[in-house]
């Protein structure tokens, strides 16, 4: 799903019953975040959510016999 809040444009992608937000910057702003959102954590850094490894982490599941 993609929305647009204030001045930033979000894109909110389900995965297994999670929601991940994810939010493109073009500069250092400080982002504020809809009120309908609940942050749960920042997985910024974290690897194992990179668009790369979610897939392939899906991926896994549909092919297990």
Do not use: H, M
Request: proline residues 6%.
């Amino acid at each position: 799903y993609y929305f647009p809040y204030k001045d930033s444009y979000f894109t909110l992608d389900i995965i297994d019953n999670y929601g991940l937000l994810e939010i493109n910057i073009t500069d250092a702003r400080k982002i504020e975040l809809p009120p309908f959102i609940e942050v749960i954590e920042d997985v910024t850094d974290n690897p194992d959510y990179q668009n790369i490894n979610l897939a392939n982490k899906r991926d896994k599941q549909f092919t297990k016999k």
